[in-house]
């Protein structure tokens, strides 16, 4: 396997525009997790999944941003409209459930200028 | 809310010398406690976890201790060599949720 694969490795974008993150879980992994990285927070768990089905968005910052699975090998993280504040570094993980490994993505590197 | 708190921010050691790092949680029903590597520019990697089932937890140079009444867990590396040099995210499992700490930097020199 791959691994977890994410697209795009980096995008930069302007201020009020569309960004879509997209991830692809490790087949046959049942959870699903997208985390948003800065100097200041840390690694902040945004959103995960379970089956496809969210659990808990209660980390997604506002409104603006969405996030879907709508089959086990699709993930996307949206962000409408973008602002500067939402630069960072966007991991998705793939776990086969609670208590196993979560093996991450190799990052978006979200810039809004 | 649910959080893990990680201590320190930053360590910087000799080469040779022991690393220690430690975190807490909240949430009593926590069950797993995975520690992540992370080097500059690339994605965390797991080093090593353990569940509640046990206190400690050794892998060559690495160890990590857990106590679940205190509701705290720590990791320790031993020998530190300069390839140790990396951020180190503790992790606790809060429901059915990875909540991560924020990390603490280390640095080895030779």
């Known amino acids: 396997d791959a691994g977890v694969i994410q697209s795009p490795r980096h995008e930069v974008t302007e201020m009020g525009q569309e960004v879509t993150l997209r991830c692809k879980p490790i087949s046959g992994h049942n959870s699903l997790f997208w985390y948003r990285q800065t100097m200041m927070r840390g690694l902040e768990l945004l959103i995960y999944?379970?089956?496809?089905?969210?659990?808990?968005d209660s980390g997604m910052p506002e409104d603006r941003f969405s996030a879907k699975m709508p089959n086990a090998s699709f993930s996307t993280l949206k962000i409408q409209p973008s602002e500067p504040r939402d630069s960072a570094v966007y991991f998705c993980?793939?776990?086969?459930?609670?208590?196993?490994?979560?093996?991450f993505g190799q990052g978006t590197r979200l810039t809004v200028v | 809310g649910e959080n893990v708190e990680q201590h320190p921010s930053t360590l910087s050691v000799q080469e040779g010398d022991s690393a220690v790092i430690k975190c807490t949680y909240s949430d009593s029903a926590s069950n797993y406690f995975p520690w992540y590597k992370q080097e500059l520019g690339k994605r965390p990697q797991l080093i090593i976890d353990i569940r509640s089932n046990v206190g400690e937890k050794k892998d060559q140079r690495i160890a990590v201790t857990l106590n679940k009444t205190a509701k705290h867990f720590s990791l320790h590396i031993t020998e530190t060599q300069p390839e140790d040099s990396a951020v180190y995210f503790c992790?606790?499992?809060?429901?059915?949720?990875?909540?991560f700490g924020k990390g603490t930097t280390l640095s080895v020199s030779s």
């Open positions: 992790a606790a499992l809060l429901g059915t949720a990875l909540i």
């Open positions: 993980a793939s776990s086969l459930g609670p208590h196993t490994e979560a093996f």
């Open positions: 999944f379970n089956n496809n089905v969210p659990i808990d």
